[in-house]
DNA sequence: GAAGATTGAAGCGTCAATCTTT
DNA sequence: AAAGATTGACGCTTCAATCTTC
C-alpha cells in the first residue's frame, strides 16, 4: 500500500480545507459576508493604489473563472461595498475598488479572522507549520500532473 | 507577525485543496462524474455490506448537509449508480446500494485516482507526509474554537 | 481574430421550512 | 416532540456561448 498514505494526505488536506471553509462561512456570517466576498475585500483592500484591479485580474488571483467574477462583484455592488469604474484608456475593462463602506468592513471582520486563525494554529510550532508550508508547496506544483493520467 | 505564519498555513492549505478538488473534478469529467459523486461511490463500494446506508448516515460521513444528500442522490440514480430501497423496519429511511453500473464505475475511477494521487504525492516522503497529517489532525481538532470568536 | 465581461445551464453546498413517520 | 427526507431560496463555481471593444 505505497500510494495509501498519499491518498490519505489529500483526504485530510481536503477535510482541513472543509472544516476552514465551512468555520470561516460561520465567522462571517453576521456581518452578511461569505467567504469568497471576504477574499475579495481582502485582495482589493492591499491593492490600495489608485487604479484598481480589473475583473479579469481579480480572478485570476482568486483562481476562479471570470464568469464567477461577475456574479461575486455583482453581490457586492449591491450591498455597497465595491465598485466598478470605467477604465478610461479601455472600454473593455470595468476597475474594482472598494467603497468606504467595503473598506470598513474589511476592517472589522479582519481582526475576527485574524484571531480565530491564531487560535486554531497556535499550538502547532513555528518549525512544523513551515515544513508543512513547504510540503504543500510542492504538491502544488507537482498537481498539473492531474491533467495527464494517460488517455484512457 | 505571530500569526502571519498561521494565516498564510490556513491559505495554502485552502489553496491546495482547492487545486486537488479542480483537478479532481477534471480527471472524473470524462466518465460524467463529479467529485462529490466520486465520493459517494467510495463510501458505498466500501460499504460492501447488504444493509446499505441511510441518507442521513451517508450525509454524516460526507460532513454534509442531509438536504444536500437528496440532490446528490437524485443525480447519481438518474445516471443509474445508486439505489433507494427501502427500509424494511422504518419506513422514514432510505437505504443506498450501488447498482451493478456504479460499481464498475467505481472500479475504473479508482485506479485512476489512485495514479494521480500517487504521483503527486511521490516525492514526499512518508514522514513528512505523517507529520503533515498529525498537523492537520491538530488543525482540525481546533476547528470548533472557530465558533466562538467573541460574540460581537 | 483576441480579450474583457456577461449570460444561461448545471452541480454543489447551506439554511429554513415542511411533510411523513416514529 | 423528534428524526429522516424533501423542497425552495440563495451563494459559489464551472463551462459554453454571446456581446462589445480592442
Redesign the interface.
Known sequence: M??E??????R??????????R??Q??FR?LGLTAAQYNVLNILAEEDGERGLSQRELGDIL?VDRSNVTGLVDRMAKSGWVRRVDDPDDRRIFRLMLTPAGRELWGKATP?Y???????????G?K??????A??????N??P???T??K?
Open positions: 505505497k500510494s498514505l498519499g491518498t490519505r494526505l489529500v485530510e488536506i481536503m477535510a482541513t480545507a472543509d472544516i476552514f471553509l468555520e470561516s460561520r465567522l453576521p483562481v475576527l485574524h484571531e480565530v486563525v491564531g487560535q486554531v494554529t497556535a499550538g502547532a513555528r512544523r507549520m513551515e515544513e508543512t508550508l510540503l504543500l508547496a510542492e504538491l502544488q507537482r498537481a500532473l492531474w491533467e493520467p494517460q484512457i
